[in-house]
């Protein structure tokens, strides 16, 4: 799966420039990887974001148009609440596209590849979840390294408190 970096737009095609910015595509590597699950305004977005909510699915929103306030007076209409991307983590866009069944008005950009993203996402958790069993001779190195840190601990406490036993004898003259 690859996304914009710019825009966050999901691409499950071999695209190497994104459609809406023209920016180089990365491919996702991290599960948490904040990538837009749609664009949206109005009604919607308030049903939506409450959705998520609800479900406990981080978001972010972001304005589709940062120079919103000029295409208000160009458009006549209100650009900053009508084109709105909703920001969420990679491992969320299939519960998230789940919320976005209840709004009929809504068109899923996602949909096509929920079966991939679902593939994706599993893969990177058990990559993250693999334990590597540590070899007899590295086990045997951390043990006598931990056994040397231990004893140089004591050491520096002992010492440590012998100074200032001697420092607070001085203060009351013993």
Known sequence: MKFCRSCKRLYDDPKARCDDCGKKLYTVTDINEPVRLCVIGGTERAMLTGMLRDADI?????????????????????VKLNNISVIVPYSAVPKAQQLLLGIT????????????????????????????????????????????????????????????????????GG
């Open 58 to 78: 981080p978001f972010v929103e972001e304005n589709t148009h940062p120079q919103g306030v000029a295409n208000e007076l160009v458009t006549g209409y209100d």
């Open 105 to 172: 008005t809504l068109r899923d950009e996602n949909a096509a590849f929920t079966d991939s993203i679902r593939a994706d996402i599993e893969r990177y958790r058990a990559k993250e979840s693999e334990d590597k069993p540590m070899s007899p001779a590295m086990r045997t190195t951390v043990r006598v390294l931990s056994a040397i840190l231990f004893l140089l601990l004591l050491a520096i406490v002992v010492l440590g408190t012998d100074k200032i036993m001697e420092l607070i004898k001085g203060l009351f």
